[in-house]
């Protein structure tokens, strides 16, 4: 069975551009999420989606960012405009139930890096 | 102050050691916590719950102290194939959001 898969692994843009990541959680989960990690920091929750629904977006940084899934099955998460702040991994995650005991299973990332 | 805590390290100890990292949070209603795995440049693996008596699975053994707010795990007879980032993570009571700690780092040496 094909995990989360992220595309593309990588994407270097200049401030001011525009990028969109793409996220396809594992077949037949319906919690999504996407979690970030700057440099030296820590791993940061984004937001939560539940089929196509946003459950939870208290983790976007501004509206700069705009995460979307459509159908309820993959995601995509643009920014635009980038800034140089906005550098980092992105990490989408899913899960087949909703609940704090339930193990999320995360894909590779997107390595961003805002030039 | 983070809601979870944990020294970055880097921990280098030899093939075999006994190693134990700590972690603390600060969110006193947490319910679930998790030990994840993160190899460089890949993603993080969930390496194992944590419950209230603590748990063990092979080498590795978590242990939660919900009066202290802290949670250890330890690593006996180190390999080098344990060498990677250590997450210390909260789970969200209610939607399986996660909160991760900085992580980690061991280094098992030859």
């Known amino acids: 069975e094909a995990g989360v898969t992220q595309f593309p692994s990588h994407s270097v843009i200049e401030k001011g551009q525009t990028v969109t990541l793409r996220c396809d959680p594992i077949?037949?989960?319906?919690?999504l999420y996407w979690y970030r990690r700057v440099m030296g920091k820590e791993i940061k929750f984004l937001l939560h989606?539940?089929?196509?629904?946003?459950?939870?977006e208290s983790g976007m940084p501004n509206n700069r960012f705009l995460a979307e899934r459509t159908g309820g099955t993959y995601s995509t998460l643009k920014v635009q405009p980038a800034e140089l702040e906005d550098s980092g991994v992105y990490f989408c995650?899913?899960?087949?139930?909703?609940?704090?005991?339930?193990?999320?299973?995360f894909g590779q990332g997107t390595r961003l890096t805002v030039v | 102050r983070k809601e979870v805590e944990q020294d970055p390290g880097p921990f280098n100890v030899p093939e075999g050691a006994t190693v134990a990292f700590n972690c603390t949070y600060s969110n006193s209603a947490s319910q679930s916590f998790f030990w994840y795995r993160q190899d460089c440049r890949k993603e993080p693996k969930l390496l194992m719950s944590v419950y209230s008596s603590g748990n063990e699975d092979g080498r590795f053994t978590a242990q939660l102290n919900r009066a202290s707010q802290y949670i250890s795990l330890l690593i006996r007879d180190s390999k080098l194939s344990d060498s990677a980032t250590y997450l210390c993570v909260r789970g969200s009571s209610n939607t399986g959001k996660l909160i991760f700690g900085q992580g980690t780092t061991l280094q098992v040496k030859p």
């Open positions: 077949s037949g989960h319906d919690n």
């Open positions: 995650a899913s899960s087949q139930v909703w609940g704090a005991n339930t193990e999320a299973f």
């Open positions: 989606f539940v089929k196509e629904s946003k459950q939870d």
